[in-house]
């Protein structure tokens, strides 16, 4: 009667003292307390370092983004990039900077899409009416571009806009 009341004992003991122990690793590799930064959300120390690699990453490739626009508008459309503030790093690991061209942030924005240390800009996505003003005409028929315009500027000064932004009028 005595060995099994000392191995119940032994065992409890053991039991605590594990976990104890696991208790105590797990406070002792917790991560650092978040701290609230502007109010909108929290961010660990760790990602502040990587927030703040991410602003410095995009500040180098703002050039080569603003080139890539550059490439694609045909018709010299673009007289200004202007980039936001922000920078976002998604979920996969990806850099995000949002901007807009000629002072219009609500018609003519752009989304870049980079990955740290690559040097090259991953991809570009831009509003409906940046992808208009890039768009190569040449491979449609007269017909063809004359309706899809008066279908996406049915008033005659946006219309009239468009054709000058892409030089075929004054």
Not at 3 to 29: D, E, M, R, W
């Amino acid at each position: 009667m005595k060995n099994p009341k000392k191995i119940l004992i032994v065992g409890t003991i053991l039991l605590v003292s594990i976990t104890c122990a696991f208790y105590i690793n797990h406070q002792l590799n917790k991560p650092e307390k978040s701290e609230v930064t502007g109010g909108e959300k929290n961010m660990s120390n760790q990602e502040k370092t990587e927030q703040e690699k991410a602003e410095a990453y995009v500040d180098e490739m703002k050039p080569k983004i603003e080139e890539e626009l550059r490439k694609e508008d045909i018709h010299h459309f673009i007289k200004s990039v202007t980039f936001e503030d922000k920078v976002t790093i998604n979920p996969m690991g990806r850099i995000i900077v949002n901007g807009y061209i000629n002072d219009n942030p609500d018609k003519f924005d752009f989304s870049a899409d980079l990955i740290y240390e690559s040097n090259k800009v991953d991809g570009i996505s831009y509003s409906q009416d940046v992808s208009d003003r890039f768009r190569d005409w040449s491979e449609y028929s007269k017909e063809v571009k004359d309706k899809y315009i008066k279908t996406a500027y049915p008033d005659k000064k946006d219309r009239e806009q468009y054709l000058k932004d892409i030089g075929e009028m004054k």
